[in-house]
């Protein structure tokens, strides 16, 4: 009768081995796995900006080519609402979730730095509790006491892009070199809305670029061009243009877009011209070390 030997198991030796090789696997496919996400997320916010490019030109083709003004005397019984496309627009979207880039849905309340260009702006985390109950009317809420809803997103309008019939009070064209109709030359070049880091602001040839990728949400350093000027998706934000075009667009193409009417007093034409502020957009060594790298996509 034959005796069987003991079973061997794994040695010491071999099991580390094992969990060295599951670790360096681990390491190739992490990295992978977040592109992975990351390409799912940008995809989702280029849907996301094709269904805002189908709701104003919803809101456009119902005023004739017109967009709501920047601020607003016709929405909450007459009060004066900053930023009017939040609440105006909210009849077509019917929900908060399209007002997100799936990249930024971390709201600012909670604690995130809101210099992060991935965090969601918040209207509640703007003002505070510091104003009074008349200067609530200059933002969008729904609900009574005390059970208000904010309005929150990451995306923002440009607000030369508006019939300008009533922003500040004024008369039509009170803030020059808006688009007052959509139905101008060149749609394909003038975006409308997309990755921002406050609900929308008024971007101008003049605005230099930002330092730092971390700078205060209302753009501070360099002008307002810098609410779009965001580390978002891999140095690149998503825009809707006024053609209804969605596309990707590399940081400092930002500065080749036609944000405005306004021409440069030199050369007559849109853009940079020979302001010198930036002497070549194409050239890397031009810009601040942290938008160097990037990409210049087709537009």
């Known amino acids: 009768m034959s005796v069987k030997g003991k079973r061997k198991g794994f040695t010491l030796i071999e099991l580390l081995v094992v969990i060295a090789i599951i670790a360096l696997l681990m390491s190739i496919l992490m990295p992978a796995l977040r592109n992975v996400r990351e390409q799912a997320r940008n995809s989702m916010c280029m849907q ?10 919803m809101y456009a083709s119902e005023w004739d080519g017109g967009m709501m003004d920047w601020a607003e005397y016709a929405w909450a ?3 004066f609402v900053e930023h009017a496309w939040v609440p105006m627009m909210y009849e077509y979207a019917k929900g908060y979730e399209v007002y997100l ?8 309340q909670y604690g995130l730095d809101p210099r992060d ?14 104003l009074s109950l008349a200067d609530w009317y200059w933002y969008y809420r729904t609900g009574t006491p005390p059970n208000y809803v904010y309005a929150y997103g990451s995306y923002g309008k440009n607000g030369f892009i508006s019939t300008n019939k009533d922003t500040w009070g004024g008369e039509p064209d009170s803030i020059p070199w808006t688009f007052q109709n959509i139905r101008v030359r060149g749609t394909s070049e003038i975006p409308l809305h997309g990755d921002c880091s406050l609900m929308g602001g008024f971007p101008t040839i003049y605005d230099t670029p930002s330092p730092t990728s971390l700078k205060h949400v209302y753009g501070g350093e360099g002008g307002e061009i810098n609410r779009w000027n965001l580390d978002r998706h891999h140095l690149s934000v998503n825009l ?3 053609d209804w075009s969605v596309r990707k667009v590399g940081l400092r193409q930002l500065w080749a877009l036609r944000w405005t009417k306004q021409k440069d007093p030199g050369t007559g034409q849109s853009g940079w011209g020979d302001l010198n502020i930036v ?3 194409n050239n890397p060594l031009d810009w601040p070390e942290w938008m160097r790298n ?6």
Do not use: H
């Open 101 to 108: 880039c799936p990249s930024a849905t971390e709201l600012w």
């Open 77 to 79: 019984g007459g009060e």
């Open 240 to 242: 809707v243009f006024l």
């Open 48 to 57: 996301r900006l094709q269904q805002w490019g189908l709701m104003f030109n």
């Open 279 to 281: 002497p070549d957009w």
């Open 117 to 130: 260009p991935k965090a969601a702006w918040d209207f509640q985390f703007i003002i505070g509790g510091e």
């Open 294 to 299: 990037s990409k210049n996509y087709d537009l």
